[in-house]
């Protein structure tokens, strides 16, 4: 076995016992496996383990990543996790199926009126910005009920609901704070009428404690990968 598909058992484990002890179906809670900085080879390797959805940071990096692996065309679920710039915004519409990873009226109006009539809308969250001021990507909380009612609104994207990357924290206790907070402000856009069903959280170092927070998606690149080459730049 292959030490990807055996990195891909143990996190698998990983959320079943985090399922159990929170009470949660295991197949509420799905994986994302974050290949930023991974040669195609080793998305080849999970594909073949039995993994489907890879999460990118890098729009020309995970597009040439698809080019490569051309041959798993329909067979593999792209997700844009990392930040977005306006001139990106076609190539993404075009070649993704799911954008994590929006915090701007302006990024989703593009996505929406770019993504093309043959492919159904893009699966789109807002990243939330709940660490304050140590973090300069996401919406500040005040400001999400607008931004969502706004985002839900458009015609190509379908809003499945938030996404967080909390300051990293050393205690389960300290870990769970920020994903409790963002689960929150799921439960609030729901009670204001949207009908959002997703909450992307929980890293390799945080994951159990975004699955007892009630995370749907966890993003996981290390415990998947192993150690990255090169640093996440940019
Ligand atoms: C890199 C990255 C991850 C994965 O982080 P690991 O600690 O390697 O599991 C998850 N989410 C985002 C947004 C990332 O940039």
Redesign the pocket.
Known sequence: MSSIAENLLQVGHRIQAACRLSDRPSAGVRLLA?S?TCPPEAVRAAHAAGQRDF?E?YVQEALDKMAALADLRGQLCWHL??PLQSNKTRAVAEAFDWV??VDRLKIAQRLSEQRPAWLPPLQVCLQVNVSGEASKSGVAPADLPALAQAVAALPRLQLRGLMS?PEPADTLAAQRAPHARLQALLRDLQARGLALDTLSMG???DLEAAVLEGASWV??????FGQ?QRP?AG
């Open positions: 974050v930023k999460g940071n996790i990392g994590h990873s990357i890293m390799s170092a993003r996981v690149g290390t415990a998947v990255r996440a």
